[in-house]
């Protein structure tokens, strides 16, 4: 049985440990909301981009535009064809303590590529170092690893530095197709795997933006080379889904902690309860030995005498 000094060191290591938990579930929440907010800042000007490919597009019609580098004019055979070279992006943590995150986000790559190409992507970027293994270990090779960003200003770094990696691989490697796998948040306290394709462009999504409507009776006229404007347009929508896609990553990591951390705040609650109630007993039970040893003690002298 252990003694009451065991336990009260037991019962402040727990209490501890408690307090540690709970400033870590707090910390998640608040960023939870600052990576959400910085998803949701990207909306207006993932519209103004829309705008900008909309009058383009209306102004030439689609068969017409000249290919960008980035259009993906030369990519639109069906990405299970043997042809295609797939270039794979996905988004872990670097940290732990968050449950299944990394773990569901790798089976959810490899299940994706799997379906669509028999062999492992010819160029793997990872953002965050706890999926890399998972992923090395199904025999993908890691072409590039960067750090999960730590705050929401970090973010546009981490993109720039991986967009100009995948730049300067995509002609090398011959990239036709190029996808995000990232968790996204399904609600409140739960996320969900997703996967983004960056390329080729959809051009089913700039048909159907060539077809809406315009607010006003004339187009906005714009200057400069079409095609130069139009391959600017179509890198900036590139970068938000990207930035999207991280953010949401990030909000969905925290979301995946504060769940690890409240499970883990009721099983030292349940230890903590067990522990009290134990030294509470163990302290009964000396205190009731402590009476007996006095009144066998006061029992010999009265009866010696």
Not at 36 to 46: G, I, S
Not at 238 to 256: D, T
Request: net charge negative.
């Amino acid at each position: 049985m252990p003694t009451l000094e065991l336990l009260r060191r037991k019962i402040e290591t727990a209490t501890d440990l408690q307090s540690v938990v709970t400033t870590m579930k707090t910390l998640a929440a608040v960023r939870i909301h600052q990576y959400q907010r910085a998803a949701d800042a990207l909306k207006d000007y993932n519209q103004t981009i829309q705008l900008g490919l909309q009058v383009i597009l209306k102004e030439q019609r689609l068969r017409q535009l000249p290919a960008s580098e980035w259009s993906g004019e030369n990519t639109a055979r069906n990405d299970a064809e043997e042809s295609s070279h797939h270039g794979v992006i996905v988004i872990g943590s670097d940290q732990g303590m968050c449950g299944q995150f990394n773990e569901q986000i790798a089976t959810h790559a490899l299940e994706h590529h799997a379906h669509h190409c028999p062999r492992p992507p010819e160029a793997l970027w990872i953002v965050g170092s706890r999926v890399a293994f998972l992923l090395t270990d199904s025999g993908w090779t890691v072409e590039e690893a960067f750090r999960i960003p730590t705050s929401v200003p970090e973010i546009a770094g981490c993109v720039s530095d991986l967009l100009t990696a995948v730049e300067s691989l995509r002609e090398q490697r011959h990239l036709t197709t190029l996808r995000i796998h990232s968790n996204i948040r399904s609600s409140a306290g739960s996320y969900q795997p997703n996967t983004t394709q960056l390329l080729p462009i959809d051009l089913a999504w700039l048909q159907q933006l060539s077809s809406e409507p315009w607010e006003s009776p004339c187009l906005p006229t714009f200057g400069g080379d079409r095609e130069e404007l139009f391959s600017l347009l179509i890198r900036q929508s590139l970068y938000v889904s990207l930035y999207q896609a991280c953010a949401e990553s990030l909000a969905s990591e925290n979301a995946s902690r504060i769940a690890a951390m409240q499970a883990a705040e009721k099983n030292i609650e349940e230890t903590l309860d067990e522990l009290n109630t134990a030294f509470k007993t163990q302290r009964q039970t000396s205190i009731t030995e402590e009476l007996l040893d006095v009144v066998i003690g006061f029992e010999a002298l009265t009866s010696g005498s």
